[in-house]
């Protein structure tokens, strides 16, 4: 199968948890994107869901299939966010953010009773951080900031560099929530605990692409079928 085809299976596997009068978080990313066209086609049939996007561009996709979308303010508890990752580790540790929506999922998710991640298997992997771990940084005082964002990488032995995300034009990548994103090569990360808080200890860093102890369940698509792992 095409790699298109697992992510759209692994979407499928997890629209089956998906309830009549749900309020779900919908993530950002190719994997997501499968899940939030599934769930059109469904809302078209009657389906009844109100849902809460995690970035601009899945919030149009959305309503471009006529998905009914509410935030955070009208709906602050959700019943669960179904989201992409980029790296699923053990414990179901995730690496997220390559898309660089990583702060409003990170808040959509957190607001939910439960987290289901969707995935190829490409993104299983023992240890994290082979992916580079994006951290959304303010704008004010990037240098500073990412001075500060270094020495924690020494720290925690990171065996490559840090390096400001670019847009395909060369212009700093701008998140939805107007700042700039970092992306720290780690090879391998071994304390992701350790490695959280010392992020976020740092004045500058809005919020990192770890999301530790949030998902309790991934639907892996590989050339066999679906696995689900449960944490
Ligand atoms: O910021 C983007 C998100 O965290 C995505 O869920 C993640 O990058 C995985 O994206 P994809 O499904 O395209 O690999």
Redesign the pocket.
């Known amino acids: 199968m095409m790699s298109e085809d697992l ?1 759209r299976e692994a979407a499928r596997s997890a629209l089956a948890e998906v309830k009549p009068g749900m309020r779900l978080g919908l ?7 499968h899940f939030v066209d599934l769930l059109g086609i469904e809302v078209a049939k009657g389906f009844d869901v109100l849902c809460v996007p995690t ?1 601009e561009k899945t919030a149009k996709q959305a309503s471009e299939l006529g998905i009914p979308l509410t935030d955070l303010e009208a709906t602050p508890e959700l019943d669960l966010t179904i ?4 790296e699923i580790g053990p414990g179901l540790a995730l690496i ?7 702060l409003r ?1 990170k808040i959509v998710a957190a607001a939910s009773g439960r987290m289901i991640v969707i ?1 190829d298997q490409s ?1 299983c992997v023992d240890v994290l951080g082979r992916f580079p771990l ?1 951290v959304e940084v303010n704008i004010f005082g990037q240098g500073a900031t990412e001075r500060a964002i270094r020495r924690v990488m020494e720290d925690f032995e990171a065996e490559g560099d840090l390096r400001p995300r670019l847009t395909s034009d060369g212009k700093p990548f701008v998140t939805d929530g107007g700042h700039h994103v970092v992306d720290a090569f780690f090879g391998r990360i071994s304390r992701p605990e350790a490695l959280s808080a010392a992020l976020l200890e740092i004045a500058g860093v809005v919020q990192h ?1 770890l999301f530790l102890s949030l998902c309790r369940r991934a639907y892996v698509a590989g050339a066999d079928g679906i696995t689900t792992l449960d944490a």
């Open positions: 992510k993530g950002t990313g190719s994997t997501a994107w970035s989201d992409g990752a980029d997220k953010g390559g898309g660089g929506a990583l999922e995935a993104k994006p692409g």
